[in-house]
């Protein structure tokens, strides 16, 4: 299986203030716990940009104005599945209302308040995009075995 998942950035800028705090946009989906990156599956025939693409509209109602920026590919071993999750960056977007069947909710977390119960692959890659540090293979390494 090959997956599509986004890092959607969002400078929130105050009024009267030079910048403001960036947010990432995370999904809480109906049939599995925790907040996780916008994505999903890449189907037949598509590209994983083109996946990405659809995958942040359906879910969230974002359109990209600029293509996503690549960011990195991961492996893990899902329900005993080889799954190549990619991941992008978008930062250059507009956002529309949106509902989907798989969405309970979408939100904008501050990127240095973010909730306790993110998913561990999701956590994983916001952090690499923070302080831009290499990317594991795997998509749910822990910091203990990245030291390793």
């Known amino acids: 299986m ?13 009024p009267g203030k030079k910048s403001g705090k960036n947010k990432v946009l995370l999904v809480y989906h109906t ?14 025939g598509e590209h994983p940009l083109q996946a990405v693409r659809r995958e ?4 969230a109602g974002i359109r990209c104005l600029k293509d996503p ?19 992008y960056v978008i930062e250059s977007f507009t956002q529309e209302s949106v509902r989907s069947p798989e969405i309970k909710e979408s939100r904008w977390f501050p990127l240095d308040n973010l909730p306790s119960d993110i998913g561990f692959g999701s956590f994983q890659r916001i952090q690499e995009y923070l302080f831009k540090t290499p990317h594991p293979l795997a998509w749910g390494v822990s910091l203990k075995d990245k030291i390793q």
């Open 2 to 14: 090959v997956g599509a998942r986004a890092l959607v950035i969002s400078q929130d800028k105050d």
């Open 56 to 59: 942040v509209f359906e879910e």
């Open 31 to 44: 049939y599995c716990p925790g907040w996780h990156l916008p994505g999903g599956g890449v189907k037949r």
């Open 69 to 87: 920026e690549f960011f990195g590919i991961y492996y893990q071993k899902y329900l005993g599945v080889d799954d190549y999750p990619t991941v």
